[in-house]
């Protein structure tokens, strides 16, 4: 940084810059980069008079939970939430703003919501309201157009005596409909099942669409493929009754679908997908529940239905397999059928319980398939998530998870001499205080000893987390609308 006259700011002045732009406050708990550049109005006098008049600085706006170390009323909450959106929507001129808020007191967002946000709706470019229960958004009566409105994206908690997801909830809302600009939608946990799609909402236009309640086959195909033809990233959670018949002997297709992320609950039928017509697909997840056993059994001997999506899936990039649990004999040679289809694969993400994931680990450092061909040669990016169920400690993890295989693929999938593209490889304890540190140490002891070599340290770093959020970093769709990438580490 540069004074106007060329030379340099003394370092007693750029530490109270620095200083000015560190948040004091506790109610905005996460620090976005917006407000730094705001924070600066606080050093003097002309750069505050740049930072008000500048309608750029005050296009996005985060609202979270206070520090965990203070107390701060509902009350208080709201009075600093509600004055904080409305200085920001007079600043940010016709623009438009993009709000987050991310409060995970339903009675904090409700208040917010009422007080400034519904009254407002025109003004905003980006919506993403989490932990907003039902009724506020249920309450909203508004006809008035919305033409900034880009990503609208809503979860909450349902009422209690709500059984499905009602139809209702956005009916009021008849503004939507009229939002040219909307392109990204996201409902979540309102309720137990969503029985029709809201019809206020514009499908047809959209091209990231987000539905993480229940969903059934018939709202599946005969609303959501139906109405979504422009859609390119979908994330869809979808139960099939056992014994149901699928609707129609007709694929439905999703001409622009680039991104799949599909979770079955209840159970599911590999004729589901004979249905799906994917041709542009390139990032495919599978999520499977503890219902679902019969889709793995369909996926492991050849059949017109398996082989229709392998051959749908046989080019894509992007791989994610969230399943429980993984049966040694079944599961695991339907998976490896999955990944010798998928040969081109970039990244993969595998969470699943297991006995012995060592199979999986020679199959990957071999890095050759049952038919001698180089096995994912491409492959750049490797996060396993270990499930608790599979770690209880680190004797019973290495007899699952062999530190001396482990090592070999490590040497074999990251050397410079290795057959294959340089992998970033990731492995991640699920909420599992007593492995990781432990775990590590074994390994890096195996490496040296049987490699020769020291161990990488850039592989696996040392730290807790949760297995499900590191995976939703990875998940091929978010608000933003773009691929994450995880950091699942050790």
């Given at each position: 940084?540069?004074?106007?006259?060329?030379?340099?700011?003394?370092?007693?002045?750029?530490?109270?810059?620095?200083?000015?732009?560190?948040?004091?406050?506790?109610?905005?708990?996460?620090?976005?980069?917006?407000?730094?550049?705001?924070?600066?109005?606080?050093?003097?006098?002309?750069?505050?008079?740049?930072?008000?008049?500048?309608?750029?600085?005050?296009?996005?706006?985060?609202?979270?939970?206070?520090?965990?170390?203070?107390?701060?009323?509902?009350?208080?909450?709201?009075?600093?939430?509600?004055?904080?959106?409305?200085?920001?929507?007079?600043?940010?001129?016709?623009?438009?703003?993009?709000?987050?808020?991310?409060?995970?007191?339903?009675?904090?967002?409700?208040?917010?919501?009422?007080?400034?946000?519904?009254?407002?709706?025109?003004?905003?470019?980006?919506?993403?309201?989490?932990?907003?229960?039902?009724?506020?958004?249920?309450?909203?009566?508004?006809?008035?157009?919305?033409?900034?409105?880009?990503?609208?994206?809503?979860?909450?908690?349902?009422?209690?005596?709500?059984?499905?997801?009602?139809?209702?909830?956005?009916?009021?809302?008849?503004?939507?409909?009229?939002?040219?600009?909307?392109?990204?939608?996201?409902?979540?946990?309102?309720?137990?099942?969503?029985?029709?799609?809201?019809?206020?909402?514009?499908?047809?236009?959209?091209?990231?669409?987000?539905?993480?309640?229940?969903?059934?086959?018939?709202?599946?195909?005969?609303?959501?493929?139906?109405?979504?033809?422009?859609?390119?990233?979908?994330?869809?959670?979808?139960?099939?009754?056992?014994?149901?018949?699928?609707?129609?002997?007709?694929?439905?297709?999703?001409?622009?679908?680039?991104?799949?992320?599909?979770?079955?609950a209840l159970a599911t039928d590999i004729a589901f997908f004979d249905l799906l017509d994917m041709?542009?697909?390139?990032?495919?997840?599978?999520?499977?529940?503890?219902?679902?056993?019969?889709?793995?059994?369909?996926?492991?001997?050849?059949?017109?239905?398996?082989?229709?999506?392998?051959?749908?899936?046989?080019?894509?990039?992007?791989?994610?397999?969230?399943?429980?649990?993984?049966?040694?004999?079944?599961?695991?040679?339907?998976?490896?059928?999955?990944?010798?289809?998928?040969?081109?694969?970039?990244?993969?993400?595998?969470?699943?319980?297991?006995?012995?994931?060592?199979?999986?680990?020679?199959?990957?450092?071999?890095?050759?398939?049952?038919?001698?061909?180089?096995?994912?040669?491409?492959?750049?990016?490797?996060?396993?998530?270990?499930?608790?169920?599979?770690?209880?400690?680190?004797?019973?993890?290495?007899?699952?998870?062999?530190?001396?295989?482990?090592?070999?693929?490590?040497?074999?999938?990251?050397?410079?001499?290795?057959?294959?593209?340089?992998?970033?490889?990731?492995?991640?304890?699920?909420?599992?205080?007593?492995?990781?540190?432990?775990?590590?140490?074994?390994?890096?002891?195996?490496?040296?000893?049987?490699?020769?070599?020291?161990?990488?340290?850039?592989?696996?770093?040392?730290?807790?987390?949760?297995?499900?959020?590191?995976?939703?970093?990875?998940?091929?769709?978010?608000?933003?609308?773009?691929?994450?990438?995880?950091?699942?580490?050790?």
């Amino acid at each position: 940084m540069a004074a106007p006259n060329g030379s340099s700011l003394p370092e007693d002045i750029l530490n109270e810059i620095f200083q000015a732009v560190t948040p004091s406050d506790t109610i905005s708990a996460r620090l976005v980069g917006h407000l730094a550049l705001l924070r600066l109005a606080h050093v003097c006098r002309p750069w505050r008079t740049v930072a008000q008049n500048n309608p750029k600085l005050w296009r996005k706006l985060y609202l979270g939970d206070p520090h965990p170390d203070y107390e701060v009323s509902v009350s208080k909450q709201v009075r600093v939430a509600t004055a904080r959106v409305q200085h920001w929507l007079d600043r940010c001129g016709s623009q438009g703003l993009s709000l987050a808020l991310r409060t995970s007191s339903a009675e904090v967002a409700t208040k917010v919501f009422d007080d400034i946000v519904a009254d407002n709706l025109p003004r905003f470019r980006s919506l993403d309201i989490a932990g907003l229960p039902i009724m506020p958004v249920q309450a909203v009566r508004s006809h008035t157009p919305l033409p900034l409105l880009e990503s609208l994206a809503i979860s909450g908690k349902p009422p209690s005596w709500s059984p499905a997801y009602p139809s209702y909830v956005y009916e009021g809302w008849k503004g939507l409909a009229a939002s040219p600009a909307l392109r990204k939608v996201h409902l979540g946990s309102f309720g137990r099942a969503m029985f029709t799609l809201p019809s206020t909402i514009p499908w047809g236009q959209l091209t990231h669409v987000s539905l993480t309640q229940i969903i059934n086959a018939e709202v599946f195909f005969f609303q959501l493929a139906d109405a979504c033809k422009q859609v390119q990233n979908l994330t869809v959670r979808v139960a099939l009754i056992p014994g149901h018949i699928l609707p129609s002997a007709t694929p439905f297709t999703f001409p622009n679908l680039q991104q799949l992320d599909i979770s079955f609950a209840l159970a599911t039928d590999i004729a589901f997908f004979d249905l799906l017509d994917m041709p542009s697909i390139q990032s495919f997840a599978l999520r499977t529940g503890n219902q679902v056993y019969q889709l793995w059994g369909c996926l492991r001997e050849s059949s017109p239905s398996r082989d229709r999506l392998f051959a749908q899936l046989r080019n894509i990039s992007t791989l994610i397999i969230e399943s429980y649990p993984w049966q040694d004999g079944t599961t695991h040679t339907a998976f490896m059928q999955l990944l010798y289809n998928c040969n081109k694969i970039d990244t993969f993400a595998l969470s699943c319980p297991s006995d012995n994931y060592n199979p999986l680990i020679r199959e990957l450092t071999a890095c050759r398939s049952i038919s001698d061909d180089p096995f994912l040669p491409n492959l750049r990016s490797f996060t396993l998530c270990l499930r608790r169920e599979g770690c209880v400690d680190v004797g019973g993890l290495a007899r699952r998870l062999s530190p001396l295989d482990l090592a070999r693929m490590v040497h074999a999938r990251t050397s410079s001499s290795a057959p294959t593209a340089p992998c970033k490889i990731q492995v991640h304890f699920d909420d599992n205080p007593y492995a990781p540190g432990s775990f590590q140490k074994l390994l890096e002891e195996t490496y040296v000893e049987f490699i020769g070599a020291p161990f990488p340290q850039f592989v696996l770093k040392e730290g807790g987390g949760h297995c499900h959020d590191e995976l939703e970093n990875l998940h091929l769709w978010t608000v933003s609308g773009h691929l994450g990438g995880g950091n699942l580490h050790i």
